[in-house]
């Protein structure tokens, strides 16, 4: 397990009115004292959990006909998305240029069944979905950080700056975290995919990697804004479902979706400007992808 870092509570400015519409509106967010673990989850670290357990991922599991009707049953087999660069520049607007559905990818095996982790056993777990994020906090007796959590720490008590290092993505051309350098999503100058932990800098905290590498987990369900339910301080990811509250908003008919934060390996200016303590993005329980991961957290 990572070491578990003391964050002290405290008031700070969430969202953001600057960027993409569901950080909107930036408002007074107040967070207690927490615990948070300096990394992201590794594999090493999974592995462990797997071994003393016996615990086998979604990505591992057979697909259910009934939950995808008309569905090729050929087709229900265990896998995961996973990040495959096209040659040349393609179409921003189709994700579908740059994921494939790979049949036997999983936390193990990242790219499919003939990749393997022996060589990236410092490197964040991928390819966990929100159950298996849950279960291996349980293993350890922690839990997954709130939205609000993993923002404030983020942010390492630089508040209000739209980066978590200040006002510029690259300062005096520093690349500060695993984030795409290039042109998404044919040519990438950086790594190319995950990076060991603590790769970069840590932010004032004395955490890293909370901006680019990889996705995160929270606790938090997504909801297209932010909503300001009541003035107390987060309460640990325990409020009534937010989906119930935002009747206004489409609800996934299938499978709820909860806030990733912090950014990936491919995030770029090109198409997703978001490594930023600010940025969020919706992720289905159900998928697991290869620029996701997780950290766990612990009442203080």
Known sequence: ??????????????????FYPDERPEHERSV?????????????????????????????????????????????????????PPSRPVDLGDWRNWWRWQPGAMWRHPSGPDSTIDDRLDHPVVHVAFEDACAYANWLGLRLPTEAEFEFAARGGLD???????????????????????????????????????????????????????????????????IQVSDKPADRGERQNLLAAASAEPIQP?????????GSQLCSPDYCLRFRPAARSPQAEDTAMSHVGFRCARDA
Not at 1 to 18: C, K, P, W, Y
Not at 63 to 74: K, M, R, S, T, Y
Not at 187 to 205: D, K, M, V
Request: proline content about 10%; overall charge negative; aromatic content about 14%.
């Open 254 to 262: 299938r499978m709820p979706r909860r806030v990733l934060k912090g």
């Open 32 to 84: 207690e004292s927490f615990f948070l673990e300096q990394a992201p989850v590794t594999n090493a670290e999974f592995a462990d959990f797997v071994g003393d357990t016996g615990y086998v991922t979604v990505a591992e599991r057979s697909l259910d006909l009934a939950e995808f009707p008309g569905a090729d049953p050929a087709d229900l087999v265990p896998g995961a998305m996973v990040f495959t």
């Open 1 to 18: 397990m990572a070491e578990l870092v003391h964050i002290q509570g405290g008031t700070f400015r969430m969202g953001s009115n600057d």
């Open 160 to 226: 209000g700056a739209p980066y978590a290092w200040g006002d510029e993505p690259y300062p005096d051309g520093k690349v500060l975290a695993n984030v795409w350098i290039g042109s998404f999503p044919h040519e990438n100058r950086g790594w190319g995919g995950t990076s060991p932990i603590g790769a970069y800098p840590p932010n004032p905290y004395d955490l890293v990697d909370l901006i680019g590498n990889v996705w995160e987990w929270t606790s938090d369900y997504y909801i297209p804004r932010h």
